[in-house]
């Protein structure tokens, strides 16, 4: 393996935040917008319906350039981030692979990101690119700036039909993480299972596959016997 390319929510950063701040926004306590996060992962739901099921004629867009003209606007600190990404990026960009963060966000959550000064070759977000994941031209780019072949490419990500499956239909191989309401919840689903390349829970794991071999992609070296090619693709539902 080359290249590890990895998403932002819940795989770099935590979204507790995130989702608090839209509550002080709104006038509700944290607990019942996160409670209506879940309700939408339950439901192969986006997280923002969360957000339109308290303001059913909100503007989500027009409502994050109110917050920002107020001086509430977005916020990423270290303390943002989970306490294995600096580790893991930094240990697998010393073992000579690329690493890659390009996930749906803002441009100033790129701006934020790239501020962070994180173990990594690339930071880009969805906003930059004019192009939000699952949309094939995302995974598409992600080829692109991966410099590597697709299948010498492993994309990271908790997310089943923004990352997981984009990315294996767009020939990369995969890592799901079992991480945020997303990584838990689809984390046994059939689909998940059949089609990811690896299941992790920490993203340290990887470096353990990548000091294995288990993410060699020398096809004369063979294939790690913890792999599962895809075969079916099909949305969660």
Excluded: C
Excluded at 103 to 131: K, M, Q
Excluded at 165 to 178: D, K, Q, V
Aim: a negative charge; aromatic letters at 6%.
């Amino acid at each position: 393996m080359e290249t590890i390319v990895l998403g932002i929510g819940e795989t770099l950063v935590r979204d507790d935040r995130h989702w608090a701040s839209w509550a002080n926004w709104l006038g509700v306590p944290p607990h019942t917008l996160g409670a209506l996060v879940g309700a939408a992962v339950a439901q192969g739901r986006e997280p923002t319906d969360a957000l339109r099921i308290l303001r059913p004629d909100m503007d989500v867009e027009e409502a994050y350039r109110a917050r920002a003209a107020a001086g509430r606007g977005e916020h990423l600190d270290e303390s943002d981030l989970y306490q294995d990404v600096r580790p893991a990026l930094g240990e697998l960009r010393a073992a000579g692979i690329r690493i890659v963060v390009a996930g749906n966000g803002t441009v100033r959550a790129g701006e934020l990101l790239r501020a962070l000064d994180l173990p990594a070759d690339l930071v880009v977000t969805s906003d930059e690119w004019g192009v939000r994941k699952p949309d094939p031209e995302f995974f598409a780019r992600v080829a692109e700036v991966a410099d590597a072949a697709p299948e010498a490419t492993l994309y990271v990500g908790d997310h089943p039909a923004d990352d997981l499956f984009p990315a294996a239909a767009a020939g990369m191989r995969t890592a799901h993480l079992r991480r945020g309401p997303y990584g838990h919840w689809w984390a046994e689903h059939p689909d998940v299972v059949e089609t990811a390349d690896f299941r992790v829970d920490a993203l340290t794991e990887l470096v353990g596959l990548v000091g294995s071999g288990g993410v060699s992609s020398d096809p004369a070296g063979g294939e790690d016997p913890r792999v599962k090619r895809p075969r079916t693709l099909r949305a969660v539902r």
